[in-house]
Each structure stands twice: as C-alpha cells, then as structure tokens.
C-alpha cells in the first residue's frame, strides 16, 4: 500500500465535507482575486540532489474520498514523492465536488488559495479568464501534448489558446453495471434493451432481490438523467440541448420521455418486498439521498442488481474486490452502445507569482506522463487521457471505454453534470430542476420539460457572453 498523506485543515471551511453541494457561482465570489500570476517552467532534479533537499510541498484541493479514489490520489502522492514533491492533501468530502468548489472560492477570497485544485471543465475559463490559473503552454509544448492526448481532451485543458490545466483521466457517464451473480443465480438473461430491463426488474423484485441502486442525492439523480436523455435523443440532440443551448431543442419529445424513463427507474430501487407480499400495493420507500459508495456497496453485496453510473464506480468495485467481466457487466445505457458520454478528471494550478510556480509545473508534466496515467486510471476507473498509453493492462470494460473514446468516428458528447458542458451556476440549475422532479410525483414529465425550457430562457444570457469554445462541442 502506498502512504497515506494526512488530510490537511482547512481553516477557511470549518470542519471538511459539511459543505452543502448548492449553486456557488465561481466568476462572482473570485473577482477580487484578479492580482495573481506568474510562470516558470521546470522539471525532476536530478536524483541525487533530492536526498539534500526537503520535498517541495503542494496542497491539492479536491473532492476525492472513497477508498479507490483516496487509492488513486496516494498513487499520485506516491509518483510525485520520487520527484521531490509533497502531496498535502486537502480533500473535501461530497460527491459531484459542490462542496470543494465552495471551499476554493472560500479559500481564494481569503488569499489563501490552494496550489493545486480540481477544476474540470467549463469552471476553469470562469477562474482562467479572471487570471487565478497557471498558464501550461510550456509543460504542453515541452511533453507534446498536443500531439499525444486526444483533441477533446486538450480542448478541454484549452482557455483562449492557454493550456489552464493538467489531465488526469477520461470517465464514461453512460455504464449500466449487471451483477452477474445475481442474474444468474435467478436464472434471468442478461437485457440489452429497456423492455429486458423492467422483465429482470420484476422477475428480481418477485425473488426477493432490488433490481435497481439508486440515490436521491440531487447530482446523483442527474446523473442518471443525463445519460437518459441521451439514450432518448441521441447524441445529435443532446448536443444542440446541452452544448448549442438550442432553446427549440428543449421542445422535443425526447425531453419528456427522458423524464418518465427516470421516474421509472427510480420506483425500481424501493426495497424488494419479501417473496410472499402481495404483488400489488406494496408500498416503495424513497431511496433517500444516500452517498454514492453505498450504492456501490449494496451493488457488490448483490443487495442490488442493476447500477446506472460513472465508471468511478468501476475503481471502486475493484476495491471491493470485484472484476469487471469476471463479477459483473459493464454496458451502455441502452440507445448509448456506440456514444462516449464524458467527463474529463483535471487538476489546475493556482497562479500566485511564488516559487512554487516550478514545482507546479514539474507536477503538471507529471501527471501527462505515459506511466502516471496508466497506474492512476487502473485505480481510479477511468481511461488514459493520452494516445499512445497501452491498455491491454487495464479490465475489459475500461478497455471498452478507451477504445470507443479513440474511435474517431465516436460521438463524444459532454457530461452537463460534471461540468463538462455547463458552469457551475447554469449546471446546479438544472441539477435541481431533475431532482425537484424526481422527489415530486405530482409534478409530470411534460411540466419538467415546461420548467427547463423556461430555466434554459433565464440562462441564455449568461450562455451568449460564456459560449462553450467551439472545438469543445466537436465529435
């Protein structure tokens, strides 16, 4: 096991992870730290000077604390440590990262910013633009990034032609996960389609077994929803919703039917009544906002059946000492076989004009190495950011991913949830809407559809002054 570094205190936040993961608009509560930058390139020492010299320290604010995630970071620390780096950690618990992103901006109006935070997405040209990121156009030049990590990728880390970012790992949002053990215990065919899908549910809830894990944590939720507004629209008009803001595009009946898919896949993770309740009126209790681990958990413990998540859920299953393949099935979300729904892991660099702009840099090549993203993404769930990074090492499914993320002839589509497609502010909008709807039975499909044409109206004109960059929205 590699070392676990000691949680660092944040003073700005009180006591870490009792943040509430609400809206927190980044470009308001940072502008008045418009007065940091500065640059300078570096790379390793050479090795005998590091035994002469303490290790540079490097505070990382993020938002990984499960077991395979905490994995993963110490991995990090553990690379960076061979180095002459320090990985102080300041992890903030909540799932989605709401709560670290409220810290940071704490923490950047009290001048007490972070070097090093997660940043991923559309938040990093809020705080890129305001001047509060390292520039890595040197590290990027240096490690060719251009040349070895895929097009979506360095458009991602990309800010009015600036490199603001260092990648970490590619996350598939669009995984349906079977227990195998459970289907076949039951005796019960694995389903490819959502017909198959109810059929296994019934057939697994009259056994005894939930069919389904499900959260009603609000990001949770939206997760869900997105990757079933993808297998409902397709990629194409999934795009013109959540890249283009096509207010017309929010009309389509593929909205609605999004909507009902949910509150059906919500009603099948309600406890399974015993196998010999009545069929009718048993009552089905609210999954109730419970972390994403315990579903993973639950899912492992073949106390659920069926999983729609992020391949996070995949590093953490293998923690749990699964495999996929062997212990489960990895698929798509059905209607999404052939469609990548992404996001991208990235950690940015705090622009501050102080010496440890060298060490940033020297951690920022580190993290785009060959051997650093193969060892972090077998822990962490995700893929390779990078080209040319062999994968037959990593499980099938991850294979899968990486493959069908290479293919150019993939569409690729960006994950509103995590950032990928929208801000903080218009992402947490829509985030509640979802969720309003999902703990509202009143409340029906085609209002839920009324309700985020009108938020996508109230948004659009922060969306004409924060266009997405073009090359982002590319296939």
């Known amino acids: 096991m590699t070392q676990r570094f000691p949680q660092q205190t944040d003073p700005a936040a009180g006591t870490q992870g009792r943040h509430p993961p609400t809206g927190w608009g980044g470009r308001a509560l940072v502008c008045a730290c418009l007065a940091l930058g500065g640059l300078a390139p570096a790379w390793a020492a050479p090795a005998g000077a590091l035994a002469d010299k303490p290790a540079a320290e490097l505070n990382v604010l993020h938002w990984w604390t499960s077991a395979s995630e905490r994995a993963a970071a110490d991995h990090v620390a553990a690379r960076m440590a061979e180095i002459g780096l320090r990985w102080v950690d300041g992890a903030v618990a909540g799932g989605g990262g709401g709560a670290a992103i409220k810290v940071l901006n704490e923490r950047t109006l009290r001048r007490m910013a972070p070097k090093v935070a997660q940043l991923n997405g559309q938040s990093m040209s809020e705080w890129a633009d305001m001047g509060l990121l390292l520039e890595l156009d040197g590290v990027a030049q240096r490690r060719q990034w251009s040349r070895v990590l895929f097009p979506q990728v360095m458009a991602q880390l990309t800010v009015r032609e600036h490199v603001v970012a260092a990648p970490l790992g590619i996350h598939r949002i669009n995984n349906l996960y079977l227990n195998k053990s459970l289907f076949r215990q039951h005796r019960i065919e694995l389903p490819s389609d959502w017909d198959g899908l109810e059929r296994a549910a019934a057939r697994l809830r009259a056994a005894g077994v939930s069919p389904v894990a499900f959260s009603d944590e609000p990001w949770q939720v939206a997760t869900v929803f ?250």
């Open 226 to 475: 997105e990757a079933l507004l993808l297998s409902e629209a397709g990629p194409a008009l999934y795009r013109r919703m959540l890249v283009q803001r096509d207010p017309a595009a929010f009309g389509d009946p593929a909205l609605e039917r999004a909507f009902k898919r949910l509150r059906v896949w919500r009603s099948l993770a309600g406890p399974a009544p015993a196998v010999t309740a009545p069929a009718s009126g048993a009552a089905v209790a609210a999954p109730g906002e419970r972390p994403w681990t315990e579903l993973v958990a639950d899912f492992a413990a073949e106390r659920s059946a069926m999983l729609i998540m992020g391949d996070w859920a995949r590093g953490e299953l293998g923690m749990l000492g699964l495999e996929g393949g062997r212990d489960f099935e990895c698929k798509a979300v059905p209607g999404t076989a052939q469609v990548h729904l992404f996001s991208i892991d990235t950690l940015a660099m705090l622009a501050g004009g102080s010496p440890a702009q060298a060490e940033q840099e020297k951690m920022a090549e580190l993290l785009g190495s060959a051997a650093l993203q193969l060892g972090y993404n077998r822990i962490k769930g995700s893929v390779p950011v990078r080209r040319d990074v062999p994968v037959d090492e990593l499980d099938p499914c991850a294979q899968q991913s990486f493959h069908l993320f290479a293919n150019p002839a993939t569409p690729r589509v960006p994950s509103l949830v995590h950032r990928m497609a929208f801000g903080e502010v218009g992402k947490n909008a829509i985030i509640e809407t979802v969720h309003r709807f999902a703990l509202d039975p009143s409340q029906t499909p085609a209002a839920a559809q009324r309700k985020l044409q009108g938020l996508l109206r109230a948004l659009s004109p922060a969306a004409a002054t924060a266009a997405p960059n073009p090359r982002k929205a590319a296939p």
